[in-house]
């Protein structure tokens, strides 16, 4: 349905939580190798299979490393809060748009549950300009212009037009990574101690790093917004200065995020990990004592 309806220029989205977002990575690769723009939903939960229906990050391998076959990204965002979600959205179809690609949100059943003020944003009411999306089906009937035509269509039967069309989703797949890549740096200017996390943990961090500097202890958050394409640089930079003594990876996965988190580090700084998996997430206590083996050297 999403394919179709996006096959038209229409604004469209869809969710789900882990399992029925499985089902649909088949569709999904479909609309990246046809350069569809959409946005896709996926309010992870405890896996694998049926697991449970509370929050998770399971999911991170999924959207980041491609669920479905072929080689194609997904601009992925991992919001902390319903606002943040809410302010992504207003330009996630202008990205998947410009880029022609589908956009994912990597949230939680926290985020999706949860209560919290926010502001809303100016209602807009959309419509499709032909002019704008001469790649979309707005119609086209016999004695106009064969050249505009719109085909939709993921299917090369001969490798050489397969390879032409993998390198046009390649080079819009760079533009992404050098335009789209977005972090926040969470008091990490002369953190001695640095905790990557994403999502809602990544608000249980923060709670421990300001409970930590106001005892005096140097204590910094990196959260990675965009997940695809992962902030590298950003994060190297941040981690790489004298008084970073080692950086904490928290998760609740079994260390997902902690590959991306490695290959950004390159080996310059010792890189630990805590989580829990099954839809357990860890106290700030927990986090507090993992903070402080690292400051101890252990």
Request: charged share 25%; net charge negative; with cysteine.
């Amino acid at each position: 349905m999403v394919y179709g309806a996006a096959g038209t220029g229409a604004r469209v989205i869809t969710s789900s939580s882990s399992p029925g977002v499985s089902l649909k990575q088949e569709g999904i690769s479909y609309c990246a190798g046809a350069q569809l723009p959409c946005v896709i939903l996926n309010v992870m939960r405890g896996g694998p299979g049926l697991g449970n229906i509370q929050a998770s990050q399971g999911d991170y391998f999924q959207g980041v490393k491609g669920g479905g076959n072929g080689d194609y990204h997904l601009l992925t965002y991992a919001p902390s809060s319903v606002q943040e979600a809410i302010n992504i959205m207003t330009f996630a179809f202008d990205k998947a748009e410009k880029y022609r690609m589908p956009v994912l949100f990597l949230a939680d059943g926290i985020i999706a549950q949860m209560m919290e003020p926010v502001e809303m944003p100016e209602m807009v009411d959309y419509k499709v300009d032909p002019e704008k999306k001469p790649w979309a089906c707005t119609g086209w009937k016999p004695g106009d212009d064969p050249a505009k035509r719109g085909v939709i269509n993921s299917i090369y039967i001969d490798t050489e037009s397969l390879t032409v069309h993998n390198a046009e989703l390649q080079k819009s797949y760079q533009a992404a990574k050098a335009n789209e890549q977005m972090w926040e740096c969470y008091k990490t200017d002369d953190a001695e101690v640095v905790v990557t996390a994403f999502g809602t943990v990544a608000r249980v961090v923060k709670s421990v790093v300001d409970e930590m500097r106001a005892e005096g202890m140097k204590v910094g958050l990196f959260r990675p917004i965009t997940v695809w394409p992962f902030p590298y640089d950003a994060l190297r930079e941040t981690v790489m200065k004298p008084q970073v003594k080692g950086v904490l990876d928290v998760e609740v996965n079994e260390g997902q995020m902690l590959e991306d988190v490695k290959l950004a580090i390159e080996g310059g700084k010792p890189v630990s990990f805590f989580g829990h998996l099954g839809s357990q997430f860890p106290t700030t206590d927990e986090i507090r004592a993992e903070i402080l083996k690292i400051k101890e050297g252990k």
